[in-house]
């Protein structure tokens, strides 16, 4: 694997340290897809691809597995965490559950500034073509949705939910013309219901919007 190829998406190291760049260049590769459920993470390979030492890759290969992005075997190195299906839909749940409580608590805080800008995401989703920047704009989209509700500890467990489930959809939803113009429409039913001020309208729709996903995960997961 060139990692190298992944390090240049994520950009050069900043000053917020080689272990934070190391960590979000094996995320970019893990939650893209070109590091695959499975594959071993080898740190000497790592070490040497992004010629950095082998303690920022340890610790990064630690803070992805807090996340269950990685799996650190005993004595074994590591491997990208490979999810079933059954899983990815118990995370689809959670993921929904979450985000209703935090969209109800948001609608009735939203202003008029945060309409314009959610209408802003669904014109430029409705003018992307790649995966990559749809799936930007869609999760961008979500986080904005519900900020209003001011929940730090929410957000959290979201995003990292989020990671996990993506890595497998990206491929057969982002890629789909069709899924993307569907979800662009569900996107606008939801803004729509925000501007009525009715929380447990928004919240009905959103919960089916993201488990609508469920038909996209593939069906050759275990």
């Not at 920022?56 to 004595?75: D, K, M, S």
């Not at 990292?160 to 429409?185: G, K, Q, T, V």
């Not at 569900?186 to 919960?207: N, W």
Request: neutral net charge; aromatic residues 4%.
């Amino acid at each position: 694997m060139d990692y190298k190829e992944i390090a240049a998406t994520v950009g050069p190291r900043d000053r917020a340290g080689t272990q934070d760049w190391v960590y979000r260049v094996q995320r970019e590769g893990i939650v893209s897809g070109a590091l695959r459920g499975g594959m071993q993470l080898k740190q000497d390979e790592i070490s040497s691809s992004l010629n950095v030492s082998h303690i920022p890759v340890r610790e990064a290969l630690r803070q992805l597995e807090a996340q269950n992005l990685v799996t650190i075997h005993p004595n074994r190195g590591a491997s990208v965490t490979e999810l079933s299906r059954e899983t990815l839909i118990d995370m689809m749940q959670v993921r929904a559950a979450i985000a209703v409580a935090m969209v109800e608590i948001s609608v009735p805080r939203m202003t008029e500034d945060d309409f314009k800008e959610l209408d802003y995401l669904i014109n430029e989703q409705k003018k992307c073509t790649d995966a990559l920047s749809y799936e930007k704009l869609n999760l961008k989209f979500h986080q904005l949705i519900s900020q209003r509700a001011s929940n730090p500890v929410a957000v959290t467990v979201s995003n990292i939910i989020h990671s996990n489930i993506d890595r497998y959809l990206r491929e057969a939803f982002y890629n789909d013309p069709i899924d993307r113009a569907a979800s662009i429409i569900e996107h606008k039913a939801l803004v729509d219901a925000c501007r009525t001020g009715d929380p447990q309208t928004v919240g009905k729709l959103l919960r089916d919007h993201i488990m609508n996903a469920v038909s996209r995960i593939p069906k050759d997961l275990k």
